[in-house]
Every structure is written in C-alpha cells, then in structure tokens.
C-alpha cells in the first residue's frame, strides 16, 4: 500500500520560514513527478509548486522567489522550504505522487499550516 506522509507544518509568524517534508513508499520514486498542493477554509484545492522526474520544477506564481521544492530520490522525499511566509499562505498542504503510463495518483493525508501573529 502506497503512502505519502508529509511533516514539518505548523504555526509560523508572518515573514518566517518552515520546511515541509513528504516521505512516500514508492517502490519507484525517482519516476514520479511530486507536489505540494494547499487548500485554505472555503478554497479549493491549488497548486503550489511541483518538480518532475527529471527534477524540472514549477511554482504558483503567488510563491514564486518564496517557497522552492526539491527532491531526494535515494531517500524517497520531497521537500518543500517556505520562507516569508504570508497568512494567505495558511492552509493544509498535501504532499502527491503522479505517474503518467500507466496512471497512478497519490495523495498524502495533509500537514497544517499556519501563519500568523
């Protein structure tokens, strides 16, 4: 059984840092692309920033020169460093594994995040 298990979240003063991690239980990582979804009370689900197999990465512009994603394949994780951290960045974050051919989808059970003073 697949699992992604993110960690890292929390509660955070505006203009402060946390770093996110998501553990998963790929038997293949490295041919997953990954990434962190958030979903704020009353929004929907966005993307925030995602980071291919091949390491090529993509932001929401809103995060765009604040938060950077990275991967470790031989530990099989993926991270997400958050710095100047805005309350509109508060939501639960969701770490997802993504492969192509053939069609697998996974989901991580979310991590809180809070940014207030």
């Known amino acids: 059984q697949v699992q992604l298990v993110e960690s890292g979240g929390g509660l955070v003063q505006p203009g402060g840092s946390l770093r996110l991690s998501c553990a998963a239980s790929?038997?293949?990582?490295?041919?997953?692309?990954m990434a962190w979804y958030r979903q704020a009370p009353g929004k929907q689900r966005e993307l925030v920033a995602s980071?291919?197999?091949?390491?090529?990465?993509n932001y929401a512009d809103s995060v765009k020169g604040r938060f950077t994603i990275s991967r470790d394949n031989a530990k099989k994780m993926v991270f997400l460093q958050m710095n100047s951290l805005k309350p509109e960045d508060t939501a639960v974050y969701y770490c997802?594994?993504?492969?192509?051919?053939?069609?697998?989808?996974?989901w991580g059970q979310g991590t809180q995040v809070t940014v207030s003073s």
């Open positions: 997802n594994a993504v492969l192509e051919v053939p069609r697998y989808d996974y």
């Open positions: 790929l038997t293949i990582f490295r041919v997953y692309a």
């Open positions: 980071i291919s197999s091949g390491s090529s990465t």
